[in-house]
């Protein structure tokens, strides 16, 4: 169905073979031996991912699910609560927000600019009587490839003592530091179909301590994702509800080769990849949507005014088999957004930057042939 | 990991060899053709194994995230729902509407009796005013074996006339005939790993068009659930969220492999399998745990007196690495179960009834040697 596809967006990512040959094994019953062996073994790499002590939680369930467990689990309604909005996801945050009957303040950015951590600030400072319960941050926007300052704002939510910290890492955990314990965030959530390199289907919400705390208060009605539940059977090595365990065998296996690779090998390598794309999109003279100083170790977006944004990606598609992203919403048709997360490294750039090449020169942008890899090659030469 | 094992409970259910291939090609973009043409054919199947017309919503959850999304997408708090509770299953439905702040009254059987459709009649017609909502019921309760009698309750339901049919047909639906146009059901979920062959991972609700009129005025919150945005999306053939584009491959191919059995075929192999079971049951002086007459065709369980059931499970995979049920919450320890449910038919019953007779053999229970199986054989030399 897809033997020549190459998959270079950001989620779902490529997957390693080995992976794709854990998945493939006959289910496991998921009230055996054999599945809380398995859900222990996973769990402790969920943590050493996170870099956490605290609970990292499994859920069927997309990173969307994900981030609906990580909000409603710690919040009552009419609970007043600060959300970032600077692309497609943080505004989908908003919007699950007011879903669940949260007072919402949005803090916003251009889409294509990061959030500015001293909105946050103010906001914080301001509250006096701690009415904000909580901050809610996209860390990668997937959308448009800008990486928020976490650090900045977590920093200023820290100061502020009371709101918690939820954060959609879902792009960023497995492709940058997210630190969860050093950082001091309350609750991280991401997605298999990302960093993990696992097929979509897996979401983890990690949940502090002080998180907990705010679970035993919060009336926001829960029963599916009620993590109380996950916590309690996880104690156990088991879960609630089943498990999809084929996608648990893919973890299992995902999270071996990441601890082999080692964490700071992972992120150079996406810093790395990262870095060659921007470098061959510069050399083609080619704009980005973001500044490169705030821009997601994950997924570059390009902002092409020669040539349209949507006959590149069908060229690419049509004639090398490469699948790479459009807009979102109202940057449909006026970027396309390269992925080089998870599984993806330095050998697939390389593809993708010759092959882009070859596509930009056919719908006549002008370019020297060979400057986007030489400039890729450039960095590869020189970064650690 | 399992390379022995024959996994025999009522779910995960055996996977057939090409669904797992299937699986385990490299994803593809969820926002491509590819995904759109995968999409519009697994619907057009779910239709089909759903006897309707109306729409199939595929979700990543488990079955239980499916039920709350029939559930919580149709009803406002206070709302009166009916629920039937005999068994692990019904009464996780009646915890689930109580923490949605649904007004339930259950409608109780033993453990391993079926739910008496009069009682719902009785309460059915003494609501002139029409103040309930929905009734919600196990079609086949898992924890017990026991199929409850949809039909004669549904009928009821219709003649109430305001009241929803909300069915939990997870262990039910590619057993047993639910013909949702045909009796008129109003939101029926399901679950990948059941009779769908699929691991788990994927949750399906199919939502009748009285039920979307009650969609329009219910008030609980929901935003992952939120069928509204599947059935938008599922227009264009599309997801709201990121789909597990892996299970979908292997809904391709389970729907396909059901296709070419035939749906009255199915059924009557997942009949013929169970009357096999039960027959070997009783040629073996073993009693059921519920009456044949209301056994389902998923799923039968035991509740052996002269032998432990624990101990039965615990050899039958030591010795021939057969993986059944046991009971849950006050059934441990009292019941094992056997799932015929899924790819698992003929064969595989012949299989787990020879090496359950020579464990219970080993255990002392008092029994001709073959006469389990010879009862099974005569059973498959006589049906239809």
């Not at 950001?10 to 859900?39: C, N, W, Y």
């Amino acid at each position: 169905m897809a033997d020549r596809s190459l998959l270079l967006i950001p989620g779902p990512t490529l997957v390693p073979a080995s992976v794709l040959q854990a998945m493939a094994q006959h289910p496991i019953g998921h009230r055996s031996k054999e599945f809380s062996d398995l859900m222990a073994e996973v769990t402790a790499g969920l943590r050493w991912l996170h870099q956490t002590t605290s609970d990292v939680l499994i859920l069927a369930a997309s990173g969307t699910g994900a981030m609906e467990a990580g909000i409603i689990n710690f919040l009552s309604p009419g609970d007043r609560v600060l959300c970032g909005c600077n692309g497609k996801f943080g505004e989908r945050w908003a919007d699950l927000c007011r879903a669940f009957h949260l007072q919402v303040e949005t803090i916003t950015a251009p889409w294509g600019q990061p959030l500015n951590p001293d909105d946050f600030a103010e906001k914080l400072a301001a509250d006096r009587d701690k009415t904000i319960k909580a901050v809610i941050v996209t860390h990668s926007e997937t959308s448009t490839g800008v990486l928020n300052d976490l650090q900045a704002i977590n920093r200023h939510v820290q100061a502020h003592g009371q709101a918690l910290m939820i954060v959609d890492a879902v792009t960023s955990l497995g492709a940058t530091p997210v630190p969860m314990d050093a950082w001091g965030l309350d609750v991280v959530a991401s997605g298999s179909q990302k960093g993990y390199m696992i097929p979509p289907g897996l979401g983890f919400v990690a949940v502090s301590e002080r998180a907990w705390a705010a679970y035993a208060t919060a009336k926001l009605p829960k029963f599916y994702f009620d993590l109380g539940a996950y916590r309690r059977d996880g104690a156990k090595h088991s879960t609630p509800f089943t498990p999809p365990v084929n996608l648990f065998f893919a973890l299992r296996q995902s999270l071996q080769l990441m601890q082999q690779e080692g964490l700071p090998q992972i992120f150079a390598r996406h810093a790395r990849a990262a870095a060659m794309v921007r470098a061959a999109v510069a050399a083609w003279g080619l704009p980005l949507l973001c500044p490169v100083a705030c821009a997601s170790p994950a997924v570059t977006a390009v902002a092409p005014t020669t040539v349209a944004a949507e006959e590149v990606r069908t060229l690419l598609k049509k004639q090398f088999g490469i699948a790479i992203a459009g807009g979102q919403d109202h940057l449909k048709g006026k970027i396309f957004r390269i992925g080089h997360l998870g599984f993806a490294g330095e050998r697939e750039m390389l593809t993708v930057i010759a092959a882009l090449e070859a596509v930009l020169q056919q719908l006549g942008h002008p370019l020297t042939p060979g400057s986007g890899v030489g400039a890729a090659l450039q960095v590869l030469a020189t970064s650690p």
